[in-house]
């Protein structure tokens, strides 16, 4: 087997605060492999964002990547320089984000925005890039693109705005795709829309994606893997069918019972007892233990490492202890951070 | 934009006279009556031409020299506007430029460089240009410098302000995801969305330039006196205020217009680009 795509190993960044240190990401190990969806789930302050950033290296002060390494196509881009870094960013990977309001330049029209990644990138310029911008529209399903072109981000709606940041994203044809939380900023009808396209970009253009999201239903539906977040370190890793059917982890299990079924009436939803640990005082042991409905004596002392339960499936939790085959992935030994 | 502008009354009304001014300051050498530094030993302190004794050749009357008042207004124009464009431009870059730089690279540059704007914050403005004035007596770069050497500090602050708030947008965050350099985010995606305030600051400062040159030059340490100047021109005419009212009134009232018009019209851009007011 071919060299993943991408390969994210034991990942820290931490970020400096008055209170101290804050580990957003901890230890993430994940691997995409070319024209594959990975979606990394988990809910609003587990380190989803700050991972997708982190690979990017568009990490700010007060945050800082502390370890790890980011191998994409077998070079670890945190080795790279500056310049090497921008080349690789919108050319090689690119990002859609969440709010394509804030993130459309409110001074420039569609075209110029377009057009300034083409000419960053060296693919176009002048009136070769015009028409670039003109079919790279088309493409996303943007009715009169010709005209669309002089407009500026609030003129459009909602959808058309996400639509014009994925003809950006996809502009100078990039292998890795990383979408921030496409749909959040949208209502449902368009959520289903923009997800259509993005499965359809993937499929004509090989795409491998990065997708994060809160929303299981999309995770189903869209991706072929998936990997829960929670509180800044991946507790599961497994193909998307697997994951929905029989999750391993207490905490998976407990997000989809949260999620009313189709249907099913019958099926309560339950959910999660407690809430989110302070990421700056953590407990000692696992980080889900306070709240999990399953905890040992023995969760509560170390960080439970990543299990390998085969065919790709991977637990961080104590119950997979003595049913594993060997401990796994990044971090194996569940040690804490380095910030 | 523009269309808001002009909707505003009171703002196109001050557009106007801003307008009529430059023409007037560039037009002068064809449109003044006479050289501004002509003198008529015939027609001292003449009368303008409405009064009983005026004299119609000189419309605004004539100095103690018998100079033509008018042609010394329209050429005195060439000078506040010339000085006042120079100094705002001047403040503008430098303020600009170290408070983009400061905002979006914050550090230890941030910390010198704001420590030094509130130690200049704390001079009062005009008294600090008269010491410098005093010192180097009239003449033209030092009264450029002497207006600038504060001035930017506004721009400074309103720039550095808006830089700290715009590099943490998401359009920034985006820009470096497309590979965009440190040069191109500063220049071409946040200093568009910085300008409106500053063309408003500026042309607010260019009010409070034109009278402080109209001070300096009445204190004689402006603008050197072979130069026409509004200021001096007050100064001059105050020892006659009450024979020949003319000769000190018509360019203190030429300072008022101005002044009052930039800032009106200054005004009136203020709300134009304020995103609220559009509807």
Known sequence: MAAPLLEVRDLNTCFSTYRGQLRAVDGVGLTIERGETLALVGESGCGKSVTALSIMRLIRRPGRIVRGEVLFAGEDLLRKSGGEMRRIRGGRIAMVFQDPLSTLNPTFSVENQIVESLRIHRVARGKEARERSVQLLEAMGIPAARERLRSYPHELSGGMRQRVMLAIAVSCEPELLIADEPTTALDVTLQAQILDLLGQIKE????????????????????????????????????????????????TAGLLRCVPRLGRPDVPIRPIEGSVPDMIALPPGCRFAPRCPEVMEHCREAVPPLYDRGGRRMVRCYIYRQRSFRQSGANPTGRPGAC | MLKLLLG???????????????MLAILAPILAPYDPNEQHPEAIRAAPFWQADGESRFLLGSDSLGRDLLSRIMYGARISILLGVVVVLLTLLVGTGLGMLAGYFRGAFDA???????????????IFALAIMAATGPNLVALVLALA??????FYRVARADVLAAREADYVTAARGVGASTAHILFSEILPNIVPPLIVLAALRMAIIIIAEASLSFLG???PPSIPAWGTMVADGRADIAGAWWIATFPGLAILALVLAVNLFGEGLRDALDPRMRQ
């Open chain 1, 204 to 251: 004509e253009r090989g795409l491998a994606t990065l997708l994060i999201t809160h929303d299981l239903g999309i995770v189903s539906q869209f991706s072929d893997r998936a990997a829960v977040m929670y509180a800044g370190q991946v507790v599961e890793e497994a193909p998307v069918a697997e994951l929905m059917e029989d999750p391993l982890h207490p905490y």
């Open chain 2, 8 to 22: 505003n009354r009171v703002a196109a009304v001050a557009g106007l006279v801003v307008v009529a001014f430059v």
């Open chain 2, 112 to 126: 010198v460089m704001s420590r030094i704007v509130d130690t200049l914050l704390a001079f009062p403005f005009l």
């Open chain 2, 149 to 154: 050497f504060k001035g930017w500090v506004d």
């Open chain 2, 221 to 223: 340490i402006g603008v």
